[in-house]
């Protein structure tokens, strides 16, 4: 899913700290791609995400967080774009974060993963 070539490249680059999720992501080759409080974003070569959370131990990520995972992936490396998911045709703008994939608060300062939209920026059309 990623090729070879870009993800050696990445993880070359990827400057990891002494913090949570740095062990595995040295020793498993993995890319940090997101962090929160208590949870890292982790991504191998073939695209499969996996989360170091406070227990210590790194966990599959399931669609939520994998989906999640992408965006952020996405938007720190532009190499990833394709990673992102797809917006149908028919889906909306999220009326909550308007389109960016964040909620931004204190002027900027600080922000935070539109929960409506998974970060997306869009939700899928309500069917009645």
């Keep these: ?26 020793r498993d080759r993995l890319l940090t ?17 996996m989360i170091d ?6 966990h599959p990520a399931d669609e939520s967080d994998r989906e999640l995972a992408y965006v952020q992936a996405a938007r720190r490396f532009p190499e990833l774009r ?20 964040e909620l931004i608060f204190n002027n900027g300062v600080n922000r935070a ?3 409506d939209c998974n970060t997306r920026g869009w939700v899928p059309v309500a069917r009645p």
Excluded: K
Excluded at 53 to 58: Q, S, V, Y
């Design 1 to 26: 899913m990623i090729a070879e070539e870009l993800f050696a490249r990445l993880l070359a680059e990827q400057v990891v700290s002494n913090g949570l999720g740095a062990s595995a992501a040295q």
């Design 33 to 49: 791609v997101w962090a929160t409080l208590g949870s890292i974003y982790l991504l191998d070569g073939s695209g499969e995400v």
């Design 53 to 58: 959370r406070d227990d210590g131990g790194l």
């Design 82 to 101: 394709h990673l992102m998911p797809q917006r149908p045709a028919a889906a909306e703008t999220c009326p909550r974060c308007r389109g960016v994939g």
């Design 113 to 115: 993963c539109c929960p």
